[in-house]
């Protein structure tokens, strides 16, 4: 698809975009003529990967989304830069490996506050520029949302959840176009980390099923088409085929895997 017939003109706020997919998100929505509002939690990192796109279209917001006053401040910030919001991508979120067992309440609130409330405070504050604009909200989830997988139950849990939300925005507000996309396991930066079951940051190593690249174009495809849902992969699209049709096959697998499909190998 030629991003730049949807692109050119429009102003695109994404969350969690000073690294990773959503830092390769807005490198293409920048290519395609877009202006983009970068965000994340630290100024210093936002600010570093603006300069390194270029500042001509950029804004750099650090705000923690998670919060309602963060996301408040973020959409505050894009209006009084230019106006209007065309499209909302909610890319900020955390992963967890470790059993539901040894779960800490740490580990539980920043999945939760790290990949459901950032999505709805940061939804919530842009409802109403996207309605003037009748722009898009996209939501990033993973096949994890599929169905809960052994190891990273309250990613799952909390990925699961945007589905929710995705489906009653979509009912409730016509005038936008709310998206969902799923994304396999996609390309990490060096330095990326998630948490254990105790809420201890390390770094993994896993083969990726998507470069960033793919993941990124995939998901400005998904919100310039308006595209209600979409699954990213072969393999993906038959995980949700069978899941639909054949659930109990799908318990079964999982239950003999032993947790190895979503399991990874710290790195030091």
């Given at each position: 698809?030629?991003?730049?017939?949807?692109?050119?003109?429009?102003?695109v706020?994404?969350?969690?975009s000073?690294?990773?997919?959503?830092?390769?998100?807005?490198?293409?929505?920048?290519?395609?003529?877009?202006?983009?509002?970068?965000?994340?939690?630290?100024?210093?990192?936002?600010?570093?990967?603006?300069?390194?796109?270029?500042?001509?279209?950029?804004?750099?917001?650090?705000?923690?989304?998670?919060?309602?006053?963060?996301a408040?401040?973020?959409?505050?910030?894009?209006?009084?830069?230019?106006?209007?919001i065309?499209?909302?991508?909610?890319?900020?979120?955390?992963?967890?490996?470790?059993?539901?067992?040894?779960?800490?309440?740490?580990?539980?609130?920043?999945?939760?506050?790290?990949?459901?409330?950032?999505?709805?405070?940061?939804?919530?504050?842009?409802?109403?520029?996207?309605?003037?604009?009748?722009?898009?909200?996209?939501f990033?989830s993973?096949l994890?949302?599929?169905?809960?997988?052994?190891g990273?139950?309250l990613?799952?849990?909390a990925?699961?959840a945007?589905?929710?939300?995705?489906q009653?925005?979509?009912?409730?507000?016509r005038?936008?176009?709310?998206?969902?996309?799923?994304?396999?396991?996609?390309?990490?930066?060096?330095?990326k980390?998630?948490?254990?079951?105790?809420?201890?940051?390390?770094?993994?190593?896993?083969?990726?099923?998507?470069?960033?690249?793919?993941?990124?174009?995939?998901?400005?495809?998904?919100?310039?088409?308006?595209?209600g849902?979409?699954?990213?992969?072969?393999?993906?699209r038959i995980?949700?085929?069978?899941?639909?049709?054949?659930?109990g096959?799908v318990?079964?697998?999982?239950?003999?895997s032993?947790?190895s499909?979503?399991?990874?190998?710290?790195?030091?």
């Amino acid at each position: 698809m030629n991003l730049a017939r949807f692109y050119d003109g429009k102003v695109v706020v994404i969350t969690g975009s000073s690294r990773g997919i959503g830092r390769e998100m807005a490198r293409l929505a920048l290519a395609s003529g877009a202006r983009v509002v970068l965000n994340g939690r630290d100024a210093v990192t936002v600010e570093a990967c603006r300069q390194a796109l270029g500042t001509e279209r950029t804004l750099a917001f650090a705000a923690d989304v998670s919060l309602q006053g963060g996301a408040e401040a973020l959409v505050v910030a894009a209006l009084s830069a230019w106006g209007r919001i065309d499209v909302l991508v909610n890319n900020a979120g955390l992963s967890m490996r470790g059993s539901f067992a040894d779960l800490s309440p740490a580990t539980v609130d920043a999945m939760v506050s790290g990949n459901l409330l950032s999505a709805v405070w940061a939804t919530r504050a842009a409802l109403p520029a996207l309605l003037e604009s009748r722009g898009r909200v996209v939501f990033v989830s993973s096949l994890a949302a599929v169905r809960g997988f052994p190891g990273v139950s309250l990613y799952s849990a909390a990925k699961m959840a945007l589905t929710a939300v995705h489906q009653s925005l979509r009912a409730e507000e016509r005038a936008i176009r709310s998206c969902l996309i799923y994304l396999p396991f996609t390309e990490n930066d060096p330095e990326k980390t998630v948490l254990d079951a105790q809420g201890t940051p390390f770094r993994h190593e896993r083969r990726a099923s998507a470069t960033q690249e793919q993941a990124a174009r995939a998901v400005l495809s998904a919100a310039a088409r308006g595209r209600g849902q979409t699954v990213l992969t072969a393999a993906g699209r038959i995980l949700f085929w069978m899941q639909s049709w054949f659930p109990g096959l799908v318990d079964f697998v999982l239950t003999r895997s032993r947790g190895s499909i979503h399991s990874v190998r710290r790195s030091s």
